[in-house]
């Protein structure tokens, strides 16, 4: 099998399908006897490759070199040097950035020191209802009207402000260009970029290139990073969804990466990066109050989201995986496996899309604050 038990991201995964299968009865194995039967297991050619194939098919040799999941551990120290060079970067850069667009660190009025109330809104409810207000105002001595205005002023004090939210948004916009126009170079002139088809042509011996594997590590440090950081991060109403779509995009890669899915793997990180650029740009603007030039960005990023998330995607890149590999091979579970995933970031897809639709119905006829909730 692969030279790696696992690759870094895929622990979620192997944990959760490999164990419960294998442990669904009492063994004596060993720990040691019992992990190399989870390897064995996992790893089974039958589950990654199509019929007739073997991971042996996959070693280095004849002067091509594979894909292997060991390469991807590099990731995982990359992911806190991209934490680091952020740092550095929303200091250094996006801070004097913010201050020439006239963005100030606003300091809030802190809410009173009051155990009571601090002790409710951290374990029960940010906006408590009115029969609790009652309650907390004869515990704490207060007023109604001030237990009101407390909870006012907390909720004020952790509300991120503009210039947290322009550091970031400049972080990730300096990052999607350079990965947009590092995938343009590394697939400009690929057969595949254009003809589909040519994405199975000789799959699983196709051979790794240099370009496809930086920029898949860059790539997934990326995400690796974004997932270390959502504790301290500014957390919108997609939260949730967004957690979903960073773990479903690097399961999906790594998947990819180790049964050598990685031309299709390319162009979907292309897909992805050309609207995030856009959404990143329109993000700033609207944080240095350019409501003009904030509107027509975010009306281009619709209009290429749409391109590209919810056509390109389906029925260029999904048809690409669904149709294209049973013309050289049986179905096996590696391929619907990876459709199932492709499946997954596409309904996030087209969530987005939904609110991104009533976000420009909005405001087309209003002003750029009905953008606040997305951006």
Known sequence: GPTAPLWPWGLIVYFCV??????????????????????????SDRLWLPGGLSWADLEDKEGRVYAKPSHLYITVPFAFCFLLIRYAFEKWIATPLAASAGIKQIVPMRAEDNPVLQHYYTTKSRNPAQNDINGLSKKSSLSVRQVERWFRRRRTQDRPGVLKKFREASWRLVFYICAFIGGIFALYDKVWLFDTKEVWTGFPKQSMLDSQYWYYVLEMSFYGCLLFSVAFD??????????????ATLML???????????IGTLVMLVHDASDVLL????LFNYAKWEKTCKTIFVVFAI???VTRLIIFPFWLIHCTWVYPVLYYPPFFGYYFF????????????????LIVRMVKKFMFGTVSYLKNFL
């Open 18 to 43: 490999c164990v419960p299968l294998v442990l669904g009865e009492p063994s004596e194995l060993t720990g040691g006897e019992m992990l190399d039967a989870l390897c064995q297991w996992f790893w």
């Open 234 to 247: 500014v957390k919108r109403k997609d939260f949730k969804e967004q957690i979903i779509h960073h773990l």
């Open 253 to 263: 890669l790594s998947f990819s990466w180790c049964v050598n899915y990685i031309r």
């Open 280 to 283: 990143e740009s329109a993000k």
């Open 304 to 306: 290429v989201f749409m």
């Open 339 to 354: 459709n199932g995933m492709l499946m997954v970031l596409l309904c996030l897809h087209m969530f987005w899309a939904f």
